[in-house]
């Protein structure tokens, strides 16, 4: 293991204002988003729309370092370069998707735990002779009835700390994303409570694996009301409520925080960022970021529709989305600015 590397990665990615993109979906998830925009669900497509993402003129001015599915790592574009290659060239440091998924959680089905860590660490070494520098595994933990248990949020962080402790072995950074999920009619309070036992229960078993902080990125959600709540909130209650349940359980050495987008519409995850940025600049010890996949992908995709005349006009707006998340890291976000 080498710490320095490790650092240096993940401080590059944390640099300016740039942040990460997520454009890892599994190949469901993909081909959900896929069916939704008319488009084919085949490999080809799938090519041709990360083609589009990784090719985007000056990406590399907004965007770190980006999330690749394992696909992905293989594709070339079509004149013959690997697309870690386009992204290298582009001064965006390829990372990649190592867990495998979630299933239902034996003794409590409604939950969810991630698998992934058998073979591991062989998967690890062949990622990082590929090129990605750092990883991601995303656990889910769900709000309900009962839910979460104790025994989901212990199983899922375990899980996580394991994967951080083998990723770093590997000199490759560990994104631990502990996603509480927007599903539901919960309050904003009731995310608040969840999200901090999560984080806490996290940071106690990242201890106990001896996980390196400095070499290490945190990805949550923000903390926001469910869908289905009555009661929506603003983007000050939202602001503040989020960057408080980070003050309380994120030690100060974490390397970066990158949000996830977890179904907000773009212009409203841009915005809550761009509050806590406002509010509380000089109060965060770490670095505070986007690491969105829907907030800067999706109206991309729907401009695209998997027709080639499109290709042009659907990185505009790839840009555009991304260039408003530098302005929310900055502070210097707008509603008017929203101008597409
Ligand atoms: P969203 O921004 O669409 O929530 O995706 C982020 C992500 O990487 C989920 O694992």
């Known amino acids: 293991m080498n710490i320095e590397e490790l650092q240096q990665t993940a401080a590059a990615l944390m640099e300016g204002d740039k942040g990460l993109l997520a454009m890892d979906e599994s190949l469901p998830t993909c081909n959900k988003r896929f069916a939704e925009a008319g488009i084919p669900q085949t490999e080809e497509y799938r ?28 594709q070339k574009t ?37 698998n992934g860590l058998d073979g591991l ?6 990622y990082y002779s590929l090129s990605p520098r750092f990883a991601k595994w995303r656990a889910v933990i769900t ?62 078993q990242l201890k106990i694996q001896g996980v390196n902080l400095q070499g290490l990125l945190l990805k949550p959600n923000m903390v926001i009301a469910g869908t289905d709540c009555p009661v929506q909130n603003s983007t000050d209650e939202v602001a503040t409520a989020t960057v408080e349940c980070l003050l309380a359980t994120v030690p100060p050495e974490v390397a970066g925080v990158a949000f996830l987008s977890g179904g907000q519409e773009p212009w409203e995850a841009t915005g809550h960022l ?30 695209w529709k998997g ?10 707006m790839l840009y555009f989305r991304a260039s408003m998340d530098n302005l929310a890291r900055r502070g210097e976000y707008s509603v008017d600015l929203e101008t597409w």
């Not at 041709?48 to 003129?57: A, E, H, W």
């Not at 697309?83 to 990372?95: E, S, T, Y």
């Not at 660490?121 to 062949?126: F, H, I, Q, V, Y």
């Not at 986007?290 to 800067?296: D, L, T, V």
């Open 143 to 204: 709000i309900g009835k009962g839910t979460p248990t104790h025994e989901n949020i212990k199983a899922n962080t375990q899980t996580l700390a394991k994967y951080a402790a083998l990723c770093q072995q590997a000199n490759i950074v560990p994104i631990v994303e502990p996603e509480v999920l927007m599903d539901g009619d919960h309050t904003i309070e009731t995310c608040r409570h969840v999200t901090e036992e999560t984080i806490k229960e996290l940071f106690n």
């Open 274 to 303: 761009h509050a806590m940025h406002v509010k509380y600049e000089d109060k965060l010890p770490w670095p505070l970021t986007f690491s969105f996949a829907r907030a800067i992908q999706q109206p991309a995709l729907e401009i």
């Open 78 to 114: 079509d004149d013959d370069v690997l697309f870690v290659d386009v992204l290298k060239q582009a001064g965006i440091i390829p990372g990649i998707k190592v867990d495998e998924g979630t299933v239902a959680m034996p003794r409590s089905p409604s939950e969810k735990i991630t």
């Open 47 to 74: 090519r041709k729309y990360r083609q589009l993402i990784v090719t985007t003129p000056n990406l590399g001015e907004c965007i770190s370092g980006a999330i690749l599915f394992d696909e992905t790592i293989y």
């Open 307 to 316: 027709r080639d005349e499109n290709v042009e006009k659907a990185q505009q």
């Open 121 to 126: 660490p062989e998967r690890l070494s062949k």
